[in-house]
């Protein structure tokens, strides 16, 4: 069953700190891998896009990693700020399937000043 | 206007009603999706359009939920005889292009938030 997992499910960090959200995936065969922002009461926001032959993204102090082999995958916040306070979504897409996205329960994370 | 839009923005109904949700996409994109988040939930893929057509309809829950697609632009989520467990937040997206073997970013809708008494 293709299946999209993320940890932690909560997490609290200061203001200023760095952290890293993970993502496991049993998706196959893989198309593409996305990270969303979804801020309370918004619809998500894309982050990053990665195919299989990519191995990192970044989107400002948000960096993305793939590692197709393991079907892991991670999300970097460099310095937060108070408004990386959100839900962050690890989405996979197989291929051949075209349009169905398989989400993540997302992690939570909430940035203390 | 320049992003997906949906309407209602809240849509409140007795049990046994049925609703119709709207979408209207980003102009030229020729995918529509349909998810479902309930509270507290992760995002449930419901159905998407390629165009016109719907390749996919294994997500919609129950034969309640129908969806179509006009003139490859606005779609509208149908569900019919709303029961309790159907209040969520319904959300749509639009891309260019199916994403599947494309790196299409998908651009969401503010959601119709459906509560059903």
């Known amino acids: 069953k293709n299946q999209v997992e993320q940890s932690p499910q909560s997490l609290i960090i200061l203001e200023g700190k760095n952290c890293t959200l993970q993502c496991n995936y049993t998706v196959s065969p893989f198309s593409n891998l996305r990270w969303y922002k979804q801020d309370t009461g918004r619809g998500p926001v894309s982050l990053t896009i990665m195919t299989f032959s990519e191995n990192t993204k970044s989107n400002g102090r948000y960096t993305a990693t793939l590692d197709a082999d393991t079907k892991q995958s991670s999300l970097h916040i460099t310095a937060s700020q108070l408004s990386d306070s959100a839900s962050y979504i690890c989405?996979?897409?197989?291929?051949?399937?075209?349009?169905?996205?398989?989400f993540g329960q997302g992690t939570t994370l909430q940035v203390k000043p | 206007g320049a992003g997906v839009s949906q309407s209602p923005s809240n849509k409140v109904t007795e049990k046994g009603k049925d609703v119709e949700l709207r979408c209207d996409p980003i102009s030229g994109h020729t995918a529509l999706y349909w998810y479902r988040q309930s509270l507290g939930q992760g995002l449930e893929f419901l159905i998407y359009?390629?165009?016109?057509?719907?390749?996919?309809k294994s997500g919609l829950p129950s034969d309640r939920f129908s969806a179509e697609r006009t003139g490859g632009s606005v779609s509208t989520l149908t569900i019919q005889r709303t029961q309790q467990e159907d209040s969520a937040v319904y959300l749509c997206a639009s891309s260019l292009r199916i994403t599947s073997g494309t790196t299409d970013t998908q651009y969401f809708g503010p959601g119709t938030r459906l509560t059903v008494l």
């Open positions: 359009f390629q165009g016109n057509s719907a390749p996919d």
């Open positions: 989405v996979v897409s197989a291929y051949g399937n075209t349009g169905k996205l398989i």
